[in-house]
């Protein structure tokens, strides 16, 4: 009976297996938590948290987090010096959708920061929300 069924569906049940296993992925790589738009304002305006834009140039020069800092993905590790001195304070981490910024998350923690978010949604439930993207450097 279960056997024919995922017979019948095998489209729908290898979804849920790969989505699935994306989910589990993203949770085993060690990602920082999800921070919703509201929290990431209440974090920005009374926790002074710093914003870090992990997209690639193209996305970023089309629209960002005003006074975000702009590190792509594969710069993180080489450029963590950087942000070092910020290691106390929140860091929201933000990429187009929210995926590649929770492997940057990742990073971080391994790093030693302490209060790392990634943005659920990333830019795209930013600017959806009504909130300000600049393409301002």
């Given at each position: 009976m279960?056997?024919e069924f995922?017979?019948?569906?095998?489209?729908?049940?290898?979804?849920?297996?790969?989505?699935?296993?994306m989910?589990?992925?993203?949770?085993?790589?060690?990602g920082?938590?999800?921070?919703?738009?509201?929290?990431?304002?209440?974090?920005?305006?009374?926790?002074?948290?710093?914003v870090?834009?992990?997209?690639?140039?193209?996305?970023?020069?089309?629209?960002?987090?005003p006074?975000?800092r702009?590190i792509?993905?594969g710069?993180?590790?080489?450029?963590?010096?950087?942000?070092?001195?910020f290691?106390?304070?929140?860091?929201?981490?933000?990429?187009?959708?929210g995926n590649?910024?929770?492997?940057a998350?990742g990073?971080?923690?391994?790093a030693?920061?302490?209060?790392?978010?990634?943005?659920a949604g990333?830019?795209g439930?930013?600017?959806?929300a009504?909130?300000p993207?600049?393409?301002?450097?």
């Open positions: 279960y056997m995922v017979q019948q569906n095998i489209t729908w049940v290898m979804l849920a297996v790969v989505s699935g296993g989910l589990l992925f993203q949770t085993l790589r060690g920082g938590d999800n921070i919703t738009i509201a929290d990431a304002t209440l974090k920005l305006n009374r926790e002074d948290a710093l870090i834009d992990v997209r690639e140039t193209h996305e970023w020069d089309r629209g960002h987090i006074n975000a702009h792509a993905l710069q993180v590790g080489k450029r963590m010096h950087e942000i070092e001195k290691k106390n304070r929140p860091i929201i981490v933000v990429c187009a959708s590649r910024s929770s492997g998350c990073m971080l923690k391994r030693g920061f302490e209060q790392v978010f990634n943005l990333g830019v439930a930013w600017s959806e009504g909130l993207v600049t393409t301002k450097h």
